[in-house]
């Protein structure tokens, strides 16, 4: 079975950073693709990063610049280190990971960025 914690989120500040964790368990890790996604309250649920398993990432338009996705084979974990947050970023962030037919997602960590 799959298993996908994230952790990280908290309140912070317009301007400030923080930095999620995503652990993936229950897969062979450094073959699977990682994605980050978030969904803001009300609205649906879209991608914010992804990794492919040899380390090559691309971002939404939205966040480019200020996000940086990274992987951690030898610890099973992929990060999302988040700069110069905005209020618009506030959101549950999910982590995804996906090895052919075998896919994870975690609970979600919540981020909120005050203006």
């Known amino acids: 079975q799959v298993q996908v914690v994230e952790s990280g989120g908290g309140l912070v500040q317009a301007g400030g950073s923080l930095r999620l964790s995503c652990a993936a368990s229950g897969i062979t890790f450094r073959f699977s693709a990682m994605a980050w996604y978030r969904q803001p309250p009300g609205k649906q649920r879209d991608v914010v990063a992804a990794v492919t398993s040899d380390g090559y990432t691309t971002y939404a338009d939205s966040v480019k610049g200020r996000f940086t996705a990274s992987r951690d084979n030898a610890k099973n974990t992929v990060y999302l280190q988040m700069n110069n947050l905005k209020p618009e970023d506030t959101a549950v962030y999910y982590c995804?990971?996906?090895?052919?037919?075998?896919?994870?997602w975690g609970q979600g960590t919540q981020v909120t960025v005050s203006s």
């Open positions: 995804n990971v996906q090895s052919g037919l075998r896919n994870g």
